[in-house]
């Protein structure tokens, strides 16, 4: 008979990290683990190296020793002629220039050599292949810590992209008691969310936009599928904390904000938690690292008075809300 651990050691996934400690995640104190891959593209991504499936390289100068001490182990060891050394810049570590590759992302195929031979990793794939396993044997080592109904959240990307992972994974982790979180676009398959629906206990659940071709603007798909999985996972029993971010001139309308919450009225009991995400840039800097622009440079994250006057909107339906 096979022991019920090995059933889960073929099933794979693409992560970009594991993140213990993590309290904005859901209830308590959790372990965090972000998958690669999302069919979404918001505007306002604060992780960009999750949108993609693909591995990319990502850049971290501040780890770079310069080109000389390293031999030009990056520039040689690409075959694409896409890494040169760069402009020489003061080096932080001791007195004196360093030259740091200049990277033309034009050129580079995403082969990933350069951070195979990059013994600092700074230059670096952006994610890694792995197990439902390697990932249990690593989250479980937390437990001791999931205290004030802590657990484990399953994040992206967006984790149902991998279902089989995500779905084996949060079976395996209820089989050991552990709460789980499923931190999710809604953008799957309904009968992929039936199926999960047992191992979660609760769907961190986004709402960006009630209008579906403004929606589709933000964040390159409609939200009826969003919707509609919503409401069936309320029909089902699951219980939903939604989470809407507030973008300023892009989902701050008061039009917008006042059918979010109609919409989260109607969703009844399901709903624990509406939480209010005030736009911010901290994810700004990991476009550079990846070298894409950032589309929202020019806007401004929404002020006290502005996220007062929402949060005390979203009360006023009755609703559990409160800001991120
Ligand atoms: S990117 Fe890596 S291999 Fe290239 S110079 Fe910097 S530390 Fe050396
Ligand atoms: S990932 Fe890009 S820059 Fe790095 S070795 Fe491959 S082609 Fe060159």
Sequence with gaps: MTHPAMEYKNVTGRIYDIQGYAVHDGPGIRTTVYTKGCPLRCLWCHSPESQRRELELGY????????????????????????????????????????????????????????????????????RDTTVDEVYDRVIKDVSFFKNGGGITISG???????????????????????????????????????????????????????????????????????????????????????????????????????????????????????????HKTGRMKYDRLGWRYKLANVEPPDDVFMGGALAMFQSYGLNCQLH
């Design 60 to 127: 971290l100068p501040v780890k770079c020793l310069g080109t000389d001490l390293c031999r030009d182990a990056c520039v040689s060891a690409c075959p694409e002629g896409a890494i040169s050394r760069g402009e020489p810049v003061k080096d932080l570590r001791a007195s004196g220039m360093i030259q740091k590759p200049a990277i033309d992302r034009e050129k580079c195929s995403g082969c990933l050599k350069c951070a195979e031979a990059c013994m600092t990793q700074a230059l670096y794939a952006s994610a």
């Design 157 to 279: 990307g967006e984790a149902m992209a991998q279902f089989e992972f995500t779905y084996n994974l949060s079976k395996r982790l209820k089989s050991r008691g552990i709460h789980i979180c499923l931190d999710t676009t809604g953008f799957a398959e309904a009968v992929l969310f039936e199926r999960v629906l047992p191992y979660v206990d609760l769907f961190l659940y986004d709402i960006k936009h009630m209008d579906s071709a403004r929606h589709e603007k933000l964040v390159g798909v409609p939200n009826e599928l969003i919707l509609s999985n919503a409401r069936f996972i309320a029909a089902r029993g699951g219980a939903l904390q939604i989470r809407v971010p507030v973008i300023p001139k892009l989902t701050d309308q008061e039009s917008n904000l006042r059918r979010t919450a109609e919409f989260c009225l109607s969703l009844g009991e399901a709903v624990k938690l509406v939480q209010l995400l005030p736009y």
